[in-house]
Protein backbone atom coordinates (compact mmCIF):
# COMPACT_ATOMS: atom_id res chain seq x y z
CA UNK A 1 0.00 0.00 0.00
CA UNK A 2 1.36 3.59 -1.15
CA UNK A 3 1.04 6.25 1.89
CA UNK A 4 0.04 9.61 0.46
CA UNK A 5 2.63 11.63 2.19
CA UNK A 6 1.66 15.80 2.53
CA UNK A 7 4.32 17.92 1.89
CA UNK A 8 4.46 20.73 4.29
CA UNK A 9 6.36 23.89 3.82
CA UNK A 10 7.25 25.09 7.73
CA UNK A 11 8.65 28.02 8.83
CA UNK A 12 10.77 28.90 11.63
CA UNK A 13 10.88 32.55 11.70
CA UNK A 14 13.49 33.73 13.51
CA UNK A 15 14.03 37.79 15.44
CA UNK A 16 16.13 38.71 18.33
CA UNK A 17 16.44 34.84 19.86
CA UNK A 18 12.44 34.89 19.51
CA UNK A 19 10.09 32.61 17.44
CA UNK A 20 6.98 33.28 15.17
CA UNK A 21 4.63 30.88 17.05
CA UNK A 22 0.46 30.79 15.95
CA UNK A 23 -2.42 28.69 17.92
CA UNK A 24 -3.94 25.78 15.55
CA UNK A 25 -7.44 26.18 15.33
CA UNK A 26 -9.06 23.84 17.42
CA UNK A 27 -10.98 22.02 14.38
CA UNK A 28 -7.86 21.91 12.42
CA UNK A 29 -5.79 18.65 12.64
CA UNK A 30 -3.53 19.09 16.13
CA UNK A 31 -5.83 21.69 16.78
CA UNK A 32 -5.46 23.65 19.50
CA UNK A 33 -1.28 23.13 19.16
CA UNK A 34 1.76 25.77 18.77
CA UNK A 35 2.55 25.50 15.22
CA UNK A 36 5.25 27.19 13.18
CA UNK A 37 3.55 29.13 10.54
CA UNK A 38 3.15 27.36 7.55
CA UNK A 39 1.06 25.48 5.03
CA UNK A 40 0.62 22.76 2.67
CA UNK A 41 2.99 22.96 -0.76
CA UNK A 42 0.62 23.38 -3.61
CA UNK A 43 0.88 22.21 -7.47
CA UNK A 44 3.74 24.20 -9.28
CA UNK A 45 4.81 25.80 -6.41
CA UNK A 46 8.41 25.47 -4.90
CA UNK A 47 8.70 25.21 -0.88
CA UNK A 48 9.78 28.50 -0.63
CA UNK A 49 7.34 29.90 -2.91
CA UNK A 50 4.69 27.80 -0.22
CA UNK A 51 6.11 29.53 2.66
CA UNK A 52 6.37 33.13 1.22
CA UNK A 53 2.73 32.52 -0.13
CA UNK A 54 1.49 31.26 3.36
CA UNK A 55 3.61 33.34 5.47
CA UNK A 56 1.85 36.56 4.12
CA UNK A 57 -2.03 34.77 4.26
CA UNK A 58 -1.82 33.42 7.52
CA UNK A 59 0.39 35.91 9.67
CA UNK A 60 0.73 39.42 7.86
CA UNK A 61 4.91 38.54 6.81
CA UNK A 62 6.78 39.63 3.26
CA UNK A 63 9.77 37.35 3.67
CA UNK A 64 12.74 38.54 1.29
CA UNK A 65 13.72 34.32 0.97
CA UNK A 66 14.32 31.50 3.15
CA UNK A 67 16.42 28.98 3.52
CA UNK A 68 16.16 25.53 3.72
CA UNK A 69 16.92 23.89 6.94
CA UNK A 70 16.41 20.36 7.39
CA UNK A 71 13.13 17.58 6.39
CA UNK A 72 10.95 15.29 8.61
CA UNK A 73 8.72 12.50 7.78
CA UNK A 74 6.32 11.72 10.13
CA UNK A 75 3.19 9.41 10.58
CA UNK A 76 0.64 10.45 12.10
CA UNK A 77 -1.99 7.86 12.59
CA UNK A 78 -4.51 10.17 10.22
CA UNK A 79 -1.78 11.10 7.41
CA UNK A 80 2.05 10.98 6.95
CA UNK A 81 3.48 14.31 6.57
CA UNK A 82 6.83 15.58 5.03
CA UNK A 83 7.90 18.95 7.06
CA UNK A 84 10.14 20.99 4.44
CA UNK A 85 11.57 23.49 7.40
CA UNK A 86 12.93 26.30 6.43
CA UNK A 87 14.40 29.01 8.56
CA UNK A 88 13.33 33.21 7.65
CA UNK A 89 15.43 35.80 9.33
CA UNK A 90 14.86 38.64 6.74
CA UNK A 91 11.09 39.74 6.77
CA UNK A 92 9.18 43.12 6.66
CA UNK A 93 5.85 43.65 8.12
CA UNK A 94 4.31 43.28 11.84
CA UNK A 95 3.63 39.36 12.82
CA UNK A 96 -0.37 39.34 13.03
CA UNK A 97 -3.33 36.17 13.10
CA UNK A 98 -5.17 36.79 9.52
CA UNK A 99 -6.97 34.14 10.30
CA UNK A 100 -7.90 35.16 13.54
CA UNK A 101 -5.42 33.24 15.09
CA UNK A 102 -3.60 34.29 17.97
CA UNK A 103 0.34 34.68 17.36
CA UNK A 104 3.09 35.24 19.36
CA UNK A 105 7.44 35.59 19.20
CA UNK A 106 8.52 33.46 22.27
CA UNK A 107 11.71 33.57 23.89
CA UNK A 108 13.71 30.40 22.73
CA UNK A 109 14.19 29.70 26.79
CA UNK A 110 10.11 29.58 26.78
CA UNK A 111 9.26 27.21 24.59
CA UNK A 112 8.90 24.10 26.72
CA UNK A 113 5.97 26.31 27.87
CA UNK A 114 4.18 25.24 24.41
CA UNK A 115 2.82 22.47 23.67
CA UNK A 116 3.37 21.93 19.40
CA UNK A 117 2.24 19.02 16.90
CA UNK A 118 3.50 15.60 17.77
CA UNK A 119 5.90 15.75 14.67
CA UNK A 120 7.25 18.88 15.82
CA UNK A 121 9.72 17.38 18.74
CA UNK A 122 12.76 17.14 16.21
CA UNK A 123 13.17 20.92 15.39
CA UNK A 124 12.63 21.74 18.89
CA UNK A 125 15.46 20.36 19.93
CA UNK A 126 17.56 21.43 16.92
CA UNK A 127 16.23 25.18 17.34
CA UNK A 128 17.36 24.96 20.94
CA UNK A 129 20.93 23.16 20.13
CA UNK A 130 21.39 25.75 17.72
CA UNK A 131 19.91 29.00 18.56
CA UNK A 132 19.35 28.44 21.90
CA UNK A 133 22.89 29.02 23.71
CA UNK A 134 21.98 31.32 26.43
CA UNK A 135 25.77 32.33 26.96
CA UNK A 136 25.37 33.81 23.21
CA UNK A 137 23.07 37.32 23.27
N1 LIG B 1 2.02 24.79 9.56
C1 LIG B 1 2.43 23.77 10.29
N2 LIG B 1 1.91 22.54 10.06
C2 LIG B 1 2.36 21.53 10.84
C3 LIG B 1 3.35 21.71 11.85
N3 LIG B 1 3.59 20.51 12.46
C4 LIG B 1 2.78 19.60 11.88
O1 LIG B 1 2.71 18.40 12.16
N4 LIG B 1 2.02 20.21 10.87
C5 LIG B 1 1.01 19.51 10.06
O2 LIG B 1 1.16 19.86 8.70
C6 LIG B 1 -0.13 19.75 8.05
C7 LIG B 1 -0.38 20.90 7.09
O3 LIG B 1 -0.41 22.14 7.70
P1 LIG B 1 -1.57 23.24 7.54
O4 LIG B 1 -2.83 22.78 8.18
O5 LIG B 1 -0.94 24.48 8.08
O6 LIG B 1 -1.84 23.40 5.99
P2 LIG B 1 -2.50 24.67 5.27
O7 LIG B 1 -2.06 25.93 5.97
O8 LIG B 1 -2.21 24.51 3.82
O9 LIG B 1 -4.04 24.52 5.64
P3 LIG B 1 -5.33 24.30 4.77
O10 LIG B 1 -5.19 22.93 4.16
O11 LIG B 1 -6.39 24.38 5.81
O12 LIG B 1 -5.35 25.40 3.76
C8 LIG B 1 -1.18 19.64 9.14
O13 LIG B 1 -1.63 18.31 9.18
C9 LIG B 1 -0.40 19.94 10.42
O14 LIG B 1 -0.91 19.23 11.52
C10 LIG B 1 3.88 23.02 12.08
O15 LIG B 1 4.72 23.28 12.95
N5 LIG B 1 3.38 24.00 11.26
MG1 LIG C 1 -1.18 26.49 7.73
Redesign the pocket.
Known amino acids: MTVKV?H????VVLQDHKVLL?L?PDK????G??????????AGETTAQ?LAR?LQ??VDLAIAGSTAWFELQ?A?PE?T?L?D?HLVQDFTGEAKGLEGQPVRWVPLSELHQYQ?????QP?LDKLLSEFGNPLRT
Open positions: VVAVGARLHQGRWEFPGGKVEAEEEYYKVLIFPDANI
